[in-house]
C-alpha cells in the first residue's frame, strides 16, 4: 500500500489544487502540528495527497494513478466542467482511463478498476 504521495505547488495554486483532488473524493485532514501551516494533507479510504506550497515548486515528472469507482464519468464530467483538459487513454485491461493535470500542471491518472479486478 501506498499511504501517501506529496506534491509540490506553488502557494497561489493550493487552493485550487486542493479543490481538483476533492473533485477525485480527497478530503482535508488535520497535519501534524510539527507542519502546521506548511503542508495541506487531503485523504481519501487511507490514501493521503500531501500538497506542500513552495515558491519554487516545478512539475514533477511520472504521474499518479487514482482510481475513481463507479463514478468515472461523473469525476470526468466534472473536471471537464472545470476546465481541464482530459487526455483519454487506451483501456489496456477493459478499464476507462484518462489522464489530466492538476491545477499545479502534475499529470494523475483516473481509472475506473486498476489492473486484475
Known amino acids: 500500500m501506498i499511504q501517501h504521495v506529496t506534491r509540490e505547488v506553488a502557494p497561489a495554486q493550493l487552493e485550487r489544487c486542493a479543490r481538483f483532488y476533492g473533485v477525485l473524493g480527497f478530503r482535508p485532514v488535520p497535519v501534524p502540528p510539527g507542519i502546521a501551516g506548511r ?30 469507482g463507479d463514478r468515472y464519468a461523473q469525476t470526468i464530467e466534472q473536471l471537464r466542467g472545470q476546465g481541464h483538459e482530459i487526455d483519454p487513454r487506451t483501456a489496456h485491461w477493459g478499464s476507462p482511463r484518462a489522464y489530466v493535470r492538476d491545477p499545479a500542471g502534475h499529470l494523475v491518472e483516473l481509472m475506473a478498476f486498476p489492473p486484475g479486478t
Open 39 to 68: 503542508a495541506l494533507w487531503l485523504e481519501r479510504a487511507g490514501t493521503q495527497v500531501h500538497l506542500i506550497p513552495r515558491e519554487d515548486a516545478e512539475v514533477q515528472s511520472g504521474h499518479v494513478g487514482i482510481v475513481v
